[in-house]
């Protein structure tokens, strides 16, 4: 099994739609997580940390499910900017971060 | 700029020669990453330093590859007797850490292999 594993699409979804991403994560031992963005031949770069509770900022929500070991991404009104593949990521402790392969987004007018 | 530099941006080279790699990470960070990314994959983890010590090399890594960090500031990937499976972007990332804790990463912008 994948160390994180996320459906690569592509989501293809028109501007202005609700999509939500899902990723798995198999070491229990891993407590920090992130959600990254990455443009076409560009460096990943951050966009949210994901807290227990779940957090939001804007258009954006994550959510963390430790029992399951599932972590969402929830984009709401979807910009033509959001076009992007997006990266979960995953830190086990005194270890290293853990990337998925991404899920691709994009968003059409 | 104060984020994460990398140099080269791109490296065209020949199969069989070495190849060197640099990465500046912020000034403050105490944690360096390595990592490599092909086309429709994520970044795959290579190595790992907290200061100048390398405390995490990922199985992927062979003995063809080698990092540094010197005084646990800038860090050089090298590669030795390169093969054409060897190209992909280098992506390096620098943290701050403490422990088992870890912050964000941020990311460079890459070096490019490209190995004919």
């Known amino acids: 099994r994948k160390e994180v594993e996320q459906d690569p699409g592509p989501f293809n979804v028109p501007e202005g739609a609700t999509v939500a991403f899902n990723c798995t994560y198999s070491?229990?031992?891993?407590?920090?997580f992130f959600w990254y963005r990455q443009d076409c031949r560009k460096e990943p770069k951050l966009l949210m940390s994901?807290?227990?509770s779940g957090n939001e900022d804007g258009r954006f929500t994550a959510q963390l499910n430790r029992a399951s070991q599932y972590i969402s991404l929830l984009i709401r009104d979807s910009k033509l900017s959001d076009s992007a593949t997006y990266l979960c990521?995953?830190?086990?402790?005194?270890?290293?971060?853990?990337f998925g392969k991404g899920t691709m987004l994009l968003v059409s007018p | 700029d104060t984020g994460v530099s990398q140099d080269p941006r791109h490296k065209i080279t020949k199969r069989g020669q070495n190849v060197t790699f640099r990465c500046d990470p912020i000034?403050?960070?105490?944690?360096l990453y390595w990592y490599r990314q092909t086309l429709g994959q994520g970044p795959e983890f290579l190595t790992y330093?907290?200061?100048?010590?390398?405390?995490?090399k990922s199985r992927l890594l062979s003995d063809r590859f080698s990092a540094e960090r010197p005084k646990g500031s800038f860090s050089t990937l090298e590669i030795q007797r390169t093969e054409q499976g060897d190209s992909a972007m280098y992506l390096c990332?620098?943290?701050?850490?403490?422990?088992?804790?870890?912050?964000?990463?941020?990311f460079g912008q890459g070096t490019r292999l490209t190995v004919v």
């Open positions: 990332a620098s943290s701050l850490g403490a422990g088992a804790d870890n912050t964000e990463a941020f």
């Open positions: 070491n229990s031992a891993s407590q920090s």
């Open positions: 994901v807290y227990s």
């Open positions: 990521v995953v830190n086990v402790r005194y270890s290293t971060l853990t």
């Open positions: 000034s403050e960070h105490n944690r």
């Open positions: 330093f907290q200061n100048e010590a390398q405390l995490e």
